[in-house]
Antibody, heavy 124, light 109 residues
Framework: EVQLLESGGRLVQPGGSLRLSCAAS????????MTWVRQAPGKGLEWVSV????????YYADSVKGRFTISRDNSNNTLYLQLNRLRAEDTAVYFC?????????????????WGQGTLVTVSS | QSALTQPPAASGSPGQSVTISCTGT?????????VSWYQQHPGKAPKLIIY???KRPSGVPDRFSGSRSGNTASLTVSGLQAVDEADYYC?????????FGGGTRLTVL
Protein backbone atom coordinates (compact mmCIF):
# COMPACT_ATOMS: atom_id res chain seq x y z
CA GLU A 1 0.00 0.00 0.00
CA VAL A 2 1.35 3.39 -1.01
CA GLN A 3 1.75 5.75 1.93
CA LEU A 4 3.02 9.31 2.04
CA LEU A 5 3.52 11.06 5.38
CA GLU A 6 4.46 14.72 5.51
CA SER A 7 6.05 16.37 8.54
CA GLY A 8 7.85 19.54 9.52
CA GLY A 9 5.08 22.10 9.34
CA ARG A 10 4.88 24.65 12.16
CA LEU A 11 4.51 28.32 12.99
CA VAL A 12 7.43 30.37 11.67
CA GLN A 13 8.12 34.10 11.52
CA PRO A 14 8.25 36.01 8.22
CA GLY A 15 11.70 35.72 6.72
CA GLY A 16 12.29 32.42 8.47
CA SER A 17 13.11 28.98 7.11
CA LEU A 18 11.65 25.52 7.39
CA ARG A 19 12.25 22.07 5.92
CA LEU A 20 9.34 19.80 5.13
CA SER A 21 9.74 16.05 4.78
CA CYS A 22 7.63 13.41 3.10
CA ALA A 23 8.29 9.78 4.01
CA ALA A 24 7.22 7.39 1.27
CA SER A 25 6.52 3.66 1.36
CA UNK A 26 4.75 0.98 -0.64
CA UNK A 27 6.37 1.69 -4.01
CA UNK A 28 9.80 1.93 -5.62
CA UNK A 29 10.43 5.54 -4.61
CA UNK A 30 13.35 6.21 -6.95
CA UNK A 31 11.27 5.28 -10.01
CA UNK A 32 8.78 8.13 -9.63
CA UNK A 33 8.74 11.85 -9.79
CA MET A 34 7.38 13.54 -6.69
CA THR A 35 5.42 16.76 -6.37
CA TRP A 36 4.60 19.37 -3.73
CA VAL A 37 1.23 21.12 -3.88
CA ARG A 38 -0.03 23.63 -1.32
CA GLN A 39 -3.42 24.91 -0.27
CA ALA A 40 -3.90 28.12 1.68
CA PRO A 41 -6.67 28.02 4.30
CA GLY A 42 -10.03 28.06 2.53
CA LYS A 43 -8.39 28.46 -0.88
CA GLY A 44 -7.63 26.35 -3.92
CA LEU A 45 -4.72 24.14 -4.84
CA GLU A 46 -1.42 25.65 -5.96
CA TRP A 47 1.28 23.59 -7.64
CA VAL A 48 4.66 24.27 -6.00
CA SER A 49 7.40 22.01 -7.34
CA VAL A 50 8.25 18.64 -8.88
CA UNK A 51 11.41 16.53 -8.92
CA UNK A 52 12.33 13.56 -11.10
CA UNK A 53 12.96 10.09 -9.70
CA UNK A 54 16.71 10.50 -9.93
CA UNK A 55 16.58 13.98 -8.45
CA UNK A 56 18.37 15.43 -11.43
CA UNK A 57 15.45 17.44 -12.85
CA UNK A 58 13.13 19.80 -11.03
CA TYR A 59 10.75 22.66 -11.65
CA TYR A 60 9.21 25.39 -9.51
CA ALA A 61 6.24 27.69 -9.51
CA ASP A 62 7.15 31.32 -10.13
CA SER A 63 5.84 32.23 -6.68
CA VAL A 64 8.49 30.13 -4.91
CA LYS A 65 11.39 30.12 -7.37
CA GLY A 66 14.59 31.23 -5.68
CA ARG A 67 13.16 30.71 -2.19
CA PHE A 68 12.16 27.02 -2.09
CA THR A 69 14.33 24.00 -2.91
CA ILE A 70 13.03 20.53 -3.63
CA SER A 71 15.25 17.49 -3.06
CA ARG A 72 15.03 13.79 -2.33
CA ASP A 73 16.95 11.01 -0.60
CA ASN A 74 16.25 7.82 -2.51
CA SER A 75 18.19 5.70 -0.04
CA ASN A 76 15.73 6.74 2.69
CA ASN A 77 12.61 7.10 0.51
CA THR A 78 12.15 10.69 1.59
CA LEU A 79 11.18 13.85 -0.27
CA TYR A 80 12.07 17.29 1.04
CA LEU A 81 11.07 20.89 0.52
CA GLN A 82 13.32 23.59 1.95
CA LEU A 83 11.39 26.82 2.46
CA ASN A 84 13.45 30.01 2.86
CA ARG A 85 12.55 33.71 3.13
CA LEU A 86 9.04 32.77 4.10
CA ARG A 87 6.18 35.20 3.60
CA ALA A 88 2.68 35.36 5.06
CA GLU A 89 1.29 34.23 1.70
CA ASP A 90 3.21 30.95 2.03
CA THR A 91 0.84 29.95 4.83
CA ALA A 92 -0.80 26.74 3.63
CA VAL A 93 -1.15 23.02 3.99
CA TYR A 94 1.64 21.44 1.99
CA PHE A 95 0.89 18.11 0.31
CA CYS A 96 3.42 15.73 -1.19
CA UNK A 97 2.20 13.51 -4.00
CA UNK A 98 3.49 10.68 -6.18
CA UNK A 99 3.49 10.98 -9.95
CA UNK A 100 1.14 8.60 -11.75
CA UNK A 101 3.62 7.41 -14.37
CA UNK A 102 7.10 5.95 -13.92
CA UNK A 103 8.17 7.75 -17.07
CA UNK A 104 9.45 11.24 -16.18
CA UNK A 105 7.22 13.74 -17.94
CA UNK A 106 8.08 16.91 -16.07
CA UNK A 107 5.53 19.21 -14.39
CA UNK A 108 2.38 17.55 -15.78
CA UNK A 109 0.40 17.50 -12.51
CA UNK A 110 -0.72 13.85 -12.69
CA UNK A 111 -0.45 12.59 -9.12
CA UNK A 112 -2.20 9.41 -8.02
CA UNK A 113 -1.29 9.25 -4.32
CA TRP A 114 -1.24 12.13 -1.86
CA GLY A 115 -0.29 12.55 1.76
CA GLN A 116 -2.59 14.23 4.26
CA GLY A 117 -0.54 17.41 4.34
CA THR A 118 1.43 19.44 6.87
CA LEU A 119 0.45 22.97 7.91
CA VAL A 120 2.92 25.82 7.56
CA THR A 121 1.90 29.07 9.22
CA VAL A 122 3.96 32.19 8.57
CA SER A 123 3.14 34.88 11.09
CA SER A 124 4.78 37.16 13.60
CA GLN B 1 0.57 32.01 -16.25
CA SER B 2 -2.44 32.79 -14.06
CA ALA B 3 -4.67 30.09 -12.64
CA LEU B 4 -6.98 28.33 -15.04
CA THR B 5 -10.56 29.65 -14.98
CA GLN B 6 -13.28 27.50 -13.47
CA PRO B 7 -16.81 28.46 -12.38
CA PRO B 8 -16.85 28.79 -8.59
CA ALA B 9 -19.96 26.66 -8.21
CA ALA B 10 -22.05 24.04 -9.98
CA SER B 11 -25.02 21.97 -8.92
CA GLY B 12 -27.35 19.20 -10.00
CA SER B 13 -29.91 16.80 -8.64
CA PRO B 14 -29.20 13.11 -8.02
CA GLY B 15 -29.15 11.18 -11.27
CA GLN B 16 -28.55 14.26 -13.42
CA SER B 17 -25.38 15.21 -15.28
CA VAL B 18 -23.27 18.28 -14.65
CA THR B 19 -20.34 19.69 -16.62
CA ILE B 20 -17.55 21.83 -15.17
CA SER B 21 -15.39 23.91 -17.48
CA CYS B 22 -11.72 24.83 -17.21
CA THR B 23 -10.49 27.60 -19.49
CA GLY B 24 -6.87 28.32 -20.18
CA THR B 25 -4.81 29.35 -23.18
CA UNK B 26 -2.90 27.80 -26.05
CA UNK B 27 0.12 27.80 -23.73
CA UNK B 28 -1.47 25.35 -21.31
CA UNK B 29 -4.86 23.64 -21.72
CA UNK B 30 -5.01 24.09 -25.47
CA UNK B 31 -1.39 23.32 -26.17
CA UNK B 32 -0.72 20.06 -24.38
CA UNK B 33 -2.60 16.85 -23.62
CA UNK B 34 -1.68 16.99 -19.92
CA VAL B 35 -4.94 18.15 -18.41
CA SER B 36 -6.02 16.51 -15.16
CA TRP B 37 -8.99 16.76 -12.84
CA TYR B 38 -8.99 16.26 -9.07
CA GLN B 39 -11.80 15.74 -6.59
CA GLN B 40 -11.35 17.00 -3.03
CA HIS B 41 -13.72 16.38 -0.16
CA PRO B 42 -13.53 18.75 2.85
CA GLY B 43 -10.49 18.10 5.00
CA LYS B 44 -9.17 15.44 2.65
CA ALA B 45 -6.34 15.19 0.16
CA PRO B 46 -7.16 15.61 -3.53
CA LYS B 47 -7.93 12.52 -5.61
CA LEU B 48 -7.00 12.17 -9.28
CA ILE B 49 -10.10 11.36 -11.34
CA ILE B 50 -9.08 12.28 -14.90
CA TYR B 51 -5.65 12.60 -16.54
CA UNK B 52 -4.42 13.32 -20.06
CA UNK B 53 -7.76 14.99 -20.80
CA UNK B 54 -9.90 11.84 -21.00
CA LYS B 55 -8.26 8.96 -19.11
CA ARG B 56 -9.52 7.57 -15.79
CA PRO B 57 -7.24 6.00 -13.19
CA SER B 58 -8.24 2.53 -12.11
CA GLY B 59 -11.06 2.57 -9.60
CA VAL B 60 -12.62 5.82 -10.79
CA PRO B 61 -16.21 5.26 -11.92
CA ASP B 62 -17.02 5.78 -15.59
CA ARG B 63 -19.58 8.37 -14.47
CA PHE B 64 -16.62 10.76 -14.63
CA SER B 65 -15.48 11.79 -18.09
CA GLY B 66 -13.23 14.46 -19.54
CA SER B 67 -12.99 16.31 -22.82
CA ARG B 68 -11.40 19.35 -24.42
CA SER B 69 -12.35 21.84 -27.08
CA GLY B 70 -9.77 24.44 -27.97
CA ASN B 71 -8.47 26.07 -24.81
CA THR B 72 -11.29 24.76 -22.61
CA ALA B 73 -11.34 21.40 -20.88
CA SER B 74 -14.46 19.97 -19.31
CA LEU B 75 -15.33 17.43 -16.65
CA THR B 76 -18.73 15.76 -16.85
CA VAL B 77 -20.20 13.88 -13.92
CA SER B 78 -23.13 11.70 -14.98
CA GLY B 79 -25.67 10.03 -12.73
CA LEU B 80 -24.90 12.42 -9.87
CA GLN B 81 -24.68 10.88 -6.43
CA ALA B 82 -24.52 12.50 -3.01
CA VAL B 83 -20.91 11.31 -2.66
CA ASP B 84 -19.95 13.47 -5.66
CA GLU B 85 -20.48 16.63 -3.62
CA ALA B 86 -16.94 18.03 -3.40
CA ASP B 87 -14.52 20.57 -4.80
CA TYR B 88 -13.14 19.88 -8.27
CA TYR B 89 -9.89 21.26 -9.65
CA CYS B 90 -8.43 21.11 -13.13
CA UNK B 91 -4.72 21.29 -13.77
CA UNK B 92 -2.52 21.61 -16.82
CA UNK B 93 1.06 21.43 -17.92
CA UNK B 94 2.17 24.94 -18.85
CA UNK B 95 5.68 24.64 -20.16
CA UNK B 96 8.10 24.65 -17.26
CA UNK B 97 5.41 24.50 -14.62
CA UNK B 98 1.96 23.17 -13.83
CA UNK B 99 -1.06 25.29 -12.96
CA PHE B 100 -4.37 24.61 -11.27
CA GLY B 101 -7.78 26.08 -11.76
CA GLY B 102 -9.41 28.02 -8.96
CA GLY B 103 -11.75 25.14 -8.16
CA THR B 104 -15.48 24.45 -8.51
CA ARG B 105 -17.70 23.48 -5.61
CA LEU B 106 -20.21 20.89 -6.81
CA THR B 107 -23.42 20.69 -4.81
CA VAL B 108 -25.80 17.76 -5.17
CA LEU B 109 -29.24 19.18 -4.53
Amino acid sequence: EVQLLESGGRLVQPGGSLRLSCAASGFTFSNYGMTWVRQAPGKGLEWVSVISGSGGSFYYADSVKGRFTISRDNSNNTLYLQLNRLRAEDTAVYFCAKDLEEQWLGPVAMEDYWGQGTLVTVSS
Amino acid sequence: QSALTQPPAASGSPGQSVTISCTGTSSDVGGYDYVSWYQQHPGKAPKLIIYEITKRPSGVPDRFSGSRSGNTASLTVSGLQAVDEADYYCSSYAGSKAIFGGGTRLTVL
